[in-house]
Structures are given as C-alpha cells and as structure tokens.
C-alpha cells in the first residue's frame, strides 16, 4: 500500500528517517519573510512526492530568524523534509541567484518557486505527474492573482492552446507568435479557464506557453544540459527574464508546458525589481548554453557587506552535511521584448 511522503502531526515527535526526495524545491528571497512564511505553508501542505527545499536568502537581516519563517520551517522538518536556508550575500541579480540554487539540487526534478506564492495542496503531485507521462523540459503551474476572479477576459483566454499528444520543441522570442501565449497567465485567466474546463479532482491539462512565471518544475538534466542560469555572468546585475531565457532554451530542445489547472496563487505584493531596462533574452539569448559552473566568485560586492557565498544552513537545519508577469498580476502592461513584472 502506498504511504505519502508527509509525515502527519501523530507522527512528529516519531523517530523516523527522512524518505530520499525526487524534487528539490528551491526558493529565492529577499526582504519578504511574511511572504516566505506563506509560500513555506504552501509547501507544508503538499503530501507527494517527497522533497527537499532550500531557500537562498539574500535579505537585509537574516531571513531564518525571523519567526513565522522559523516556524514554518519546523513545520517542514517535522513532516520529514530536509529545509535549508543559505545566507546568499551579497546580490548579483537573479540569474545568479538561481544558478546558485541550482548548484545546491541533486534530485532529478527542480521546482523553482517564488517566494510570494501559494500551492493548492495537491499541487506538485499533479505537476511530477505531468513532467512524467509529457516527458518533456519542464513543466509549470502559473500563478493567478485572486482578486480578479471577478475579471473575466475571455479575449485573452482565446490564446489558450492545448497540446495534443506529445509536447514538442518549440523556439520562441519576443517576436513569435507564440509569445502572445503570455496574455492567457493575466489576472485570473486560468481560474476562468479551468471552470470550464469540466475537469475531475486530479485531472489536468497541458497547454503551449510563452512561459510560466513563479512555479515551474524542471527535469534538472534538461535544465543543466542547457547551461542553467550560467548567462548571469553575460549580464549585468540588476536584470528580469532570467526565467523566461532559461525556459526557452529549455523549450528549444525539450519542449515544455503549462498545466490547467493552475494551483499556484499569487500573493500580489509589489515587485521587488522595479528596473526593468535590461532583458536577459535581449542580452543572451544566443550566448553559448554550457559553462562551467559559475562556483559564484564574480561580481563586486557592496562595501561593508561580508561576502557569504559559501552556504551555510540556519541553525537547527536538518541537512546532510522574477522575470514574471504576476508581479502586478492581472493589470495592463506595456510589454516589450518580454517585458513584465515580478
């Protein structure tokens, strides 16, 4: 009889070893902890499949202290995951920070999750699900902001498009057609989008994306096989649409999709990268895909500010040893080349 990987409350205080995990859940974050804290009860929610998380911290004052972080992070331990918050000073944009995380994973599946965002329980169980019988680069849950249930825009729902069968390479930029996809992860389009959608608990859909902001599960081969986020040292440090450069390398060669429904929610606070002037893609889009990994030693750092590139866990760990449009989630945007909100 199969058991979930959650460990329940009867069990907590329970010697027991930790199951080995299938995904690591890597979470960037800085100067958010209440937000964190949610995006951590997301995440405590979920009972399959079993995984890890590590969070790369790169707020003012340590993000581990602070207590609903803290506790949430308990929470996980006690469920049987292994939770490890790594002090990731000083900045050097997002990519960098992602290819930091990246560099931490060795499960063969990665969720990268942003800090401001909610699972629906059930979630990464039905996204594992997906990347398994798609068998493609990547697949992602974008996030929806909920205040615009009441906004229905069937205008942008028109550019959903389903895959039928099996989930094929696709090269994109800003000048596709297919990066009018990007219109369908507005607002509250896919919560409208899935109510018609008829579809039974556990059931989904995939479907052709520009890219998925904010909850995107990677086949790490495939995501490693194209370079990661090592491009961050082609850009300058403050940068958007790492995410969406990395998805469509990825997509070039191992195709990838959304899934329908979305359980991933917005918790529509304001984006914490207001400079939106440089582009990855702009930037790299055809810069080589392998390097050698970063071992994060480039870039200046701000005066007075200890370099913590080496990770180290928060104490008590248990451990061995927003390019996006959801930032201003569902308003209207001027969209260049890519261009929208964290």
């Known amino acids: 009889m199969n058991t979930m990987s959650r460990r329940t409350a009867a069990d907590w205080a329970k010697p027991a070893a930790t199951p080995a995990a299938r995904v690591d859940v890597l979470i960037p974050t800085r100067d958010r902890p209440s937000a964190l ?20 911290d790169q707020s003012d004052a340590p993000v581990a202290e602070d207590p609903s972080v803290a506790a949430m992070l ?62 493609c680069g990547f697949v992602g849950m974008a996030v929806q902001g909920l205040s615009y249930l009441g906004d229905h825009r069937p205008d942008e729902e028109s550019v ?20 009018d996809r990007h219109r369908l992860h507005n607002a509250a389009n896919l919560a409208h989008l899935a109510a018609g959608q ?24 495939s995501l490693l096989a194209v370079g990661g986020f090592t ?19 990825v997509m070039e060669r191992f195709g990838g999709a959304g899934i329908l429904p979305s359980g991933a929610v917005h918790l529509e606070l304001p ?7 440089v582009e990855a893609a702009a930037v790299a889009r055809d810069q080589p895909e392998t ?35 959801s930032g201003v989630q569902g308003r209207d945007r001027v969209t260049r080349a890519g261009v929208g909100s964290r």
């Open 37 to 56: 804290a949610v995006t951590l009860a997301g995440l405590a929610g979920q009972d399959d499949p079993a995984f890890d998380v590590v969070v790369s």
């Open 74 to 135: 308990r929470v996980l331990r006690a469920q049987g995951r292994r939770a490890r918050v790594l002090r990731h000073v000083p900045p050097r944009g997002m990519a960098e920070q992602r290819q930091f995380l990246l560099e931490q994973a060795g499960h063969d599946q990665v969720l990268y999750l942003d800090d401001d965002v909610w699972l629906e329980p059930g979630s990464m169980q039905r996204m594992g699900v997906a990347l398994d019988r798609l068998d």
């Open 160 to 179: 959903y498009e389903p895959w039928l069968g099996e989930v094929k390479p696709e090269r994109l930029d800003s000048q596709s057609t297919a990066f």
């Open 198 to 221: 008829g579809l039974d608990a556990g059931e989904w859909r995939a479907y052709k994306v520009a890219w998925v902001g904010g909850c995107v599960l990677y086949r790490r081969s």
């Open 231 to 249: 491009f961050w040292r082609d850009l300058p440090a403050v940068h958007v649409g790492e995410d969406v450069l990395a998805q469509w390398r």
């Open 271 to 277: 984006t914490t990268l207001p400079d939106r002037e």
């Open 291 to 325: 390097r050698e990994p970063s071992r994060l030693k480039a870039g200046p750092m701000k005066k007075g500010m200890e370099d913590e590139r080496h990770p180290e866990s928060d104490p008590g760990a248990e451990v061995p040893g927003p390019y996006r449009l």
